[in-house]
């Protein structure tokens, strides 16, 4: 049985790609843990951001711009408003600093924010590190991860604008859970596409949903062209967020009346998450903490970028000097493994070309429990600041993150969620290589959402039944093949 909390053994090897290099910034030493523990208490009494970061405002080099699925030509706006309200196309292609909160969004915020920043002694101790670990917990929303960061302004935003439908796609239901928990406050008719993996994984995510009155489709469902089309070659798909999105959108684009959300990808679904590096910049330095490496899983990139954006700005301006590491499933590897260049965002190829790092829209991931990290593509943002060299990406297997996981929870009491255990099992290995080497690094990682809906994925491991699996050269191929043949 795989159940060891004997400490992972360093994996060999690096990242491929080098940092820039940047002033670093001033840290306490190791020797300062009583001003540090004197300074903890008051970690989580900061204020909430009153206002959400755009990174491409201090980006030397503009990402590229989407462009119509059809002319290939530069988004306008006109060409969003189907899908969304003006409002958040403004916020898509702003280049502000910053962007407000409104008030009423705040307001919601406030049930579960500042959210709180830990740190893992006795996961430290465990690995016998000299290593501080800190974690940002986003677990105490209502939904139980960071996407209702998102979720409330775009339902806000929607309901201002008068919308009463909107419809959105979810992997493994944290999205669909947090958008159908934003939509109860402001009176929206949610309807909800669930990756149909994750819809048999994970009953209880569905039901949250249902409980806050969405909708809930298992995807691909015959409801949709898209999704019929799928079924028939393939009746028994486990399907993928590119198929669940291509659903929704559909939806969306042939009724006037509904709007479509994303809980991912896209700029302003990262820029309203950055209130987690905001809140994380100011809790460190309550406690005179700088980080020295930052990780985060990827999937799409909400949670990494809403945590890493605001450092990333704080490295630009010389202020510190953190690595920053994505963490991303062996079986989806976009990042390291994809390529970058323009492709769709769904698989039926009606969302817009996006400059990004792709495994191709036509690739169905296999069904690992960290359905929200099963998408074929990544953050155009993201994948742009990773080809500018100031965040790097790695790959782990899913049993090397359970391993971790159980380490974490019967040190450190939480129960993670799949897609973070990603994360944690990163950490674990930096914090080996620290004890090699008696560096006395500060790591900060993020723990996006709890795994109390995911514990069939638990058993699985507990009972030696999990497997590792890794993505098809072949498949991939096949799939890249597919994008559309554009000029970068």
């Known amino acids: ?200 994984q994970k009953p209880y995510r569905k039901l949250m949903m249902q409980t806050w009155g969405a909708k809930v489709h298992p995807s691909p469902s015959s409801i949709t062209n898209a999704g019929r089309k799928i079924l028939q070659d393939n009746p028994s798909s486990p399907g993928s967020l590119g198929i669940a999105i291509s659903e929704a959108v559909e939806v969306a684009a042939t009724d006037e009346n509904t709007k479509y959300c994303l809980g991912s990808v896209l700029n302003h679904v990262l820029l309203h998450q950055t209130v987690i590096g905001e809140e994380c910049l100011k809790q460190l330095e309550e406690i005179g903490e700088t980080p020295d490496l930052i990780i985060g899983c990827t999937g799409g990139g909400s949670n990494f970028g809403g945590l890493a954006f605001p450092f990333i700005r704080e490295k630009l301006k010389g202020r510190m000097n953190p690595l920053i590491r994505a963490v991303e499933p062996a079986a989806c ?42 998408y074929h593509g990544m953050s155009p943002l993201l994948s742009h600041v990773y080809e500018m060299g100031f965040m790097e990406a790695i790959a782990i297997p899913q049993t090397e993150c359970f391993q971790g996981a159980l380490q974490f929870a019967r040190t450190e009491g939480l129960i993670p969620a799949p897609e973070p255990t990603h994360a944690i099992a990163a950490a674990i290995r930096e914090a080996l290589l620290c004890k090699e080497t008696g560096e006395e690094k500060v790591i900060l990682m993020a723990m996006c959402d709890h795994g109390h809906f995911d514990l069939a994925a638990y058993e699985k491991y507990l009972q030696g039944d999990m497997v590792d699996l890794s993505y098809s050269h072949e498949k991939v191929q096949a799939s890249l093949a597919a994008i559309p043949q554009l000029v970068p």
């Open 1 to 200: 049985m795989a159940t060891s909390l004997l400490p992972l053994s360093p994996v060999s090897g690096h990242p491929q790609r080098s940092q820039r290099s940047f002033p670093v910034g001033k840290r306490l030493s190791y020797g300062h843990g009583l001003r540090i523990r004197a300074a903890y208490s008051d970690v989580n009494k900061v204020e909430i951001p009153r206002q959400w970061y755009n990174l491409v405002a201090d980006l030397p080099l503009k990402p590229p711009p989407p462009l119509h699925p059809k002319t290939h030509m530069p988004l306008k706006h006109e060409d969003l408003s189907p899908l969304f309200p003006d409002e958040l196309i403004k916020q898509e292609v702003s280049e502000d600093r910053f962007i407000s909160i409104p008030d009423e969004v705040l307001e919601i915020y406030r049930m579960w924010r500042p959210t709180p920043l830990l740190r893992a002694k006795r996961l430290e101790k465990l690995v016998d590190t000299p290593a501080r670990i800190y974690y940002k917990y986003e677990g105490t929303s209502p939904a139980g991860s960071h996407k209702p960061n998102t979720a409330v302004p775009q339902a806000w935003y929607n309901a201002q604008q008068g919308v009463k439908n909107v419809v959105t796609e979810t992997g493994a239901g944290q999205w669909g859970s947090s958008m159908a928990f934003a939509c109860s406050l402001f009176g929206l008719n949610c309807e909800v596409w669930q990756v149909r993996a994750s819809y048999d």
């Open 333 to 374: 590897p976009s990042l390291t493994k994809g390529t970058y260049t323009y492709d769709y965002g769904d698989t039926a190829g009606m969302t817009p070309l996006m400059k990004m790092h792709t495994l191709g829209h036509d690739f169905v991931p296999d069904p690992i429990h960290a359905g929200g990290l099963r």
